[in-house]
């Protein structure tokens, strides 16, 4: 499979706006971690960005994992971009 990483910000004032959501959210990601295509995602330490590493079959595969998310669908996440990326160490 190959890897890619995801770039994406989050909406301002992010803590207040994801708490409807947050549950959600991490039961997903866990699903993904646990069939392997996620292997790591996590905010920024400003929670302005988001940052993820995925083992996937394709880039669609991978926005369609981000696009299904509760933060996508609502607002929490406001824009992001997929990339191919060719892990050397």
């Not at 990483?5 to 997903?28: F, I, T």
């Amino acid at each position: 499979m190959a890897k890619y990483v995801m770039w994406g910000s989050y909406c301002e004032n992010v803590l207040d706006k994801r708490a409807p959501y947050r549950e959600a959210h991490l039961h997903g990601l866990q699903q993904q971690k646990d069939s392997g295509v996620l292997v790591a995602l996590g905010p920024t330490t400003d929670n302005t960005k988001v940052f993820g590493i995925y083992e996937a079959d394709s880039e669609a595969a991978v926005r369609e994992l981000v696009e299904g998310d509760p933060y996508w669908q609502n607002g929490i996440w406001t824009e992001y971009d997929v990339y191919a990326w060719n892990q050397v160490f």
